[in-house]
């Protein structure tokens, strides 16, 4: 097996990683709906959007990591947790 291969699978193997903690972060939905249930808290909390950027944004620094495409990264895995959320309580996904 040649160079790139071998790369190209470990590439693999780190997007098969990435999508396991996708999945594992939408499917807190789930928990996060129920507590938000109990607490009556909005689906989309705003306060909470901004922290989690900002906590990306931060560690892209750290990493030298392109703050904007995290920034885009970050904004669409919360708009995954939000859509699941909203899914499972019924809402689908109207805006
Ligand atoms: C998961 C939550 O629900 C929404 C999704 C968030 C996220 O994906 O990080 C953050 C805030 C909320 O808009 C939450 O409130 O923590």
Redesign the pocket.
């Known amino acids: 097996m040649n160079e790139l291969e071998d790369i190209r699978r470990e590439i693999e193997e780190i997007d098969r990683e990435i999508l396991a903690l996708i999945d594992r972060r939408v499917n807190?939905?789930e928990r996060?709906l129920e507590s938000?249930r109990i607490n009556g808290?909005s689906?989309?909390?705003?306060k909470?959007?901004e922290v989690?950027i900002n906590r990306a944004l931060n560690a892209a620094t750290e990493l030298n990591l392109d703050p904007g495409s995290i920034k885009a990264i970050f904004e669409v895995?919360?708009r995954m947790?939000?859509e699941r959320?909203n899914e499972l309580s019924g809402k689908g996904r109207l805006p």
Do not use: C, G, H, P
């Open positions: 807190m939905a996060v938000k808290t689906i989309n909390d705003q909470q959007n989690v895995l919360i947790s939000i959320q």
